[in-house]
């Protein structure tokens, strides 16, 4: 039932990323089920794939089962959506939009699924996934047996870019959320949806492979009292006070440096492209050169937002 030894670098944003030992890509509950099932039998390591978006993929690859789950559908019910954890978060926001139904318009333009929006609460400008989620369903993947689980948006734990299960060390599998709206004018939420997309494509290196922002903006609370002078100035809200990231890089003179094939974005210093074919070690050895430039002038420790495995 397994694929064996898939290149991951295909399903990248980054294209970065060696083979899977095993590949699934289930399409329903049963059949998600009945791979992690198999997957304990064979005491194989499961990893879960979603829209690998903030993803960064070892060259060597994944030597146990990655899990692709499938599971699409948008149902509404009121001004709430019932979707499966593996639609695109490009599809949830069409659906709302054509259904006059606010509170994503913020999403305009995020890439991903809603599962990977929501083990990371995805956010951007003042507004969170958190904000529309009424209850998620999960799998436990750690267990002797299936077990499936419902959690309320206060289970689930939210936090600036993590959740319950970003914290469960990918021993749960997201398989669907409700998420609750409210009503509005179909032909204003595109206009809003397009603002925020259109920001993006001005402000952000998507000419490039790229897996978004490398690191958390700041939380303000976390600067060290001899540069909040220098740094006040910059504060934004995200959706508290915090110090945006490519601030703190662009004033370590890091845009645009390479390391083989990646690069330290000219245009957004939170973003490194892929450029030439680049490697996850690659990568790595520029975060940590970011890593360690922003903690020699700033005294702060940087908390990398994307994910590695």
């Not at 980054?14 to 509950?29: D, E, L």
């Not at 948008?74 to 939009?97: C, K, N, Q, S, W």
């Not at 397009?194 to 998507?206: G, S, V």
Request: proline fraction near 6%; hydrophobic fraction near 40%.
């Amino acid at each position: 039932m397994f694929e064996e030894h898939v290149p991951l670098a295909r399903y990248s944003y980054y294209k970065i990323g060696g083979p899977a030992r095993y590949f699934y890509r289930p399409s329903t509950i049963e059949q998600l089920t009945e791979g992690v099932e198999t997957a304990g039998r064979m005491g194989l390591p499961i990893f879960v794939l979603a829209g690998a978006t903030n993803l960064l993929i070892h060259d060597q690859g994944f030597a146990g089962l990655v899990l692709k789950p499938e599971l699409l559908g948008i149902t509404r019910v009121g001004y709430a959506l019932e979707v499966g954890a593996g639609v695109p978060m490009h599809d949830v926001l069409e659906f709302a939009a054509e259904h006059g139904l606010a509170g994503l318009e913020w999403a305009g333009g995020l890439p991903g699924t809603l599962g990977g929006a929501i083990r990371g609460n995805a956010g951007a400008f003042r507004g969170e996934i958190k904000d529309a989620v009424a209850t998620v369903t999960s799998v436990a993947t750690n267990e002797p047996y299936v077990n499936l689980r419902t959690r309320t948006a206060s289970e689930c734990e939210f936090g600036y870019r993590t959740s319950v299960f970003k914290g469960a060390a990918r021993k749960e599998i997201i398989i669907g959320a409700t998420l609750v709206l409210r009503p509005g004018d179909p032909a204003l939420i595109r206009e809003q949806m397009k603002e925020k997309i259109t920001y993006r494509a001005l402000r952000h290196p998507l000419e490039y492979p790229n897996i978004g922002s490398i690191f958390k903006n700041v939380d303000w609370r976390a600067v060290p009292l001899e540069h909040q002078e220098l740094l006040r100035p910059h504060l934004k809200t995200d959706p508290f006070p915090v110090v945006p990231v490519a601030y703190l890089i662009s004033q370590t003179g890091l845009r645009g440096v390479a390391n083989g094939g990646v690069m330290i974005s000219p245009k957004h210093p939170n973003f490194i492209v892929n450029v030439l074919n680049g490697r996850a070690a690659e990568v790595r050895g520029l975060i940590q050169l970011v890593k360690e430039s922003v903690g020699e002038k700033f005294g702060i420790q940087l908390e990398e937002e994307v994910v590695s495995v």
